[in-house]
């Protein structure tokens, strides 16, 4: 069984910044991708950063140059550090692991930003 557990996130002002960790845990025996979505309310979920064996990073276009995912694979853990946050940056923020053919997701972690 693959667990993921996710910390960060919380509240904070236009400008400010947070960090999101996930570790993955359990039977993975290779991970191809490791990235977070978000989930604003009244919105489909969609890729914020995805970090993948084969194809290196992409950001989303409203987050690039902002935030940094990066990826520690002995750990199987991923951060994503988000700068400059802005009030559209708020959502439910969730990790996402692939390891062909299974995906798992967390449980999700709420990131708002106020003006």
């Known amino acids: 069984q693959v667990q993921l557990v996710e910390s960060g996130g919380g509240s904070v002002q236009a400008g400010g910044s947070l960090r999101l960790s996930c570790a993955a845990s359990?039977?993975?025996?290779?991970?191809?991708?490791m990235g977070w979505y978000r989930q604003a309310p009244g919105k489909q979920r969609e890729l914020v950063a995805r970090?993948?064996?084969?194809?290196?990073?992409n950001y989303a276009d409203s987050v690039k140059g902002r935030f940094t995912i990066s990826r520690e694979n002995a750990k199987n853990t991923v951060t994503l550090q988000m700068s400059s946050l802005k009030p559209e940056d708020t959502g439910v923020y969730y990790c996402?692991?692939?390891?062909?053919?299974?995906?798992?997701w967390g449980q999700g972690t709420q990131v708002t930003v106020s003006s």
């Open positions: 996402n692991v692939v390891a062909a053919p299974y995906v798992w």
């Open positions: 970090i993948s064996s084969g194809t290196g990073t």
């Open positions: 359990g039977s993975i025996t290779s991970i191809n991708a």
